[in-house]
């Protein structure tokens, strides 16, 4: 069965400090994998995702397959990256399904 | 474009009543979703629709029903509200593709007393 674990509910940093969010997978196929944030007052929407492999507001996150990862991570926390991040993981058994991790909450503190 | 609409965006029931959860979008997604939003559960898929005329169980089905009534709209049916299904309830609709985005409502709070 696909799995998403995220080990950390709750993530407080200092503003400047590196980030890093946790995440691993459990699927015997090929992962399609997200980050999904949800900001204060704001809806879920999608942060980034692995096969762009692009970085979004400072944020990346490498595949490793190896380890079954996918950390998010960002060289130099911002107080408002402040917010839910939840790991996502792409199936597709006749429909497209995302399973979500339990989410971690960020807290930048100045 | 409005994206993805819920409503009502706040309910609060008591044990045993029913009530509809109403989801519209105006995206022209063919999938569509219903999750629930619990603390330290993350997000739980409910119910799914592929298409227009099929909708799936996810995750955690028990205690509700779905009805895709056209492409657009998408509803989740409670039957007999118990305080268990008092969640952050979120509809999504999802581009095409392996690696679509979900396109999320705002939510919709439920307490069930």
């Known amino acids: 069965a696909q799995r998403v674990t995220q080990p950390e509910k709750l993530l407080s940093v200092f503003k400047g400090a590196p980030v890093e969010l946790k995440c691993n997978y459990s699927?015997?196929?090929?992962?399609?994998l997200f980050w999904y944030v949800q900001y204060s007052r704001q809806r879920l929407q999608l942060l980034l995702r692995h096969i762009s492999r692009e970085s979004i507001k400072g944020f990346t996150a490498d595949l490793n397959k190896g380890e079954t990862s996918f950390h998010l991570k960002k060289p130099f926390a911002q107080e408002e990256d402040s917010a839910m991040y939840y790991c996502?993981?792409?199936?597709?058994?006749?429909?497209?399904?995302?399973?979500f991790g339990q989410g971690t909450r960020l807290t930048i503190n100045p | 474009n409005a994206g993805v609409t819920q409503t009502p965006k706040f309910q609060v029931l008591k044990t045993g009543q029913s009530m509809t959860l109403q989801c519209a979008q105006d995206?022209?997604?063919?999938?569509m979703y219903w999750y629930r939003q619990d603390p330290g559960m993350g997000l739980r898929l409910i119910y799914y629709s592929a298409s227009e005329g099929t909708t799936d169980k996810g995750e955690v089905p028990n205690g509700y029903n779905v009805s895709r009534l056209n492409k657009r709209e998408f509803s989740l049916r409670l039957e007999s509200a118990a305080p268990s299904q008092t969640s952050v309830y979120f509809c999504a609709s999802i581009t095409g593709g392996a690696d679509g985005e979900l396109f999320f409502g705002e939510g919709s709070r439920l307490t069930v007393l």
């Open positions: 995206m022209n997604h063919n999938s």
């Open positions: 699927y015997s196929g090929s992962p399609e």
């Open positions: 996502a993981l792409s199936t597709i058994q006749g429909a497209q399904k995302l399973v």
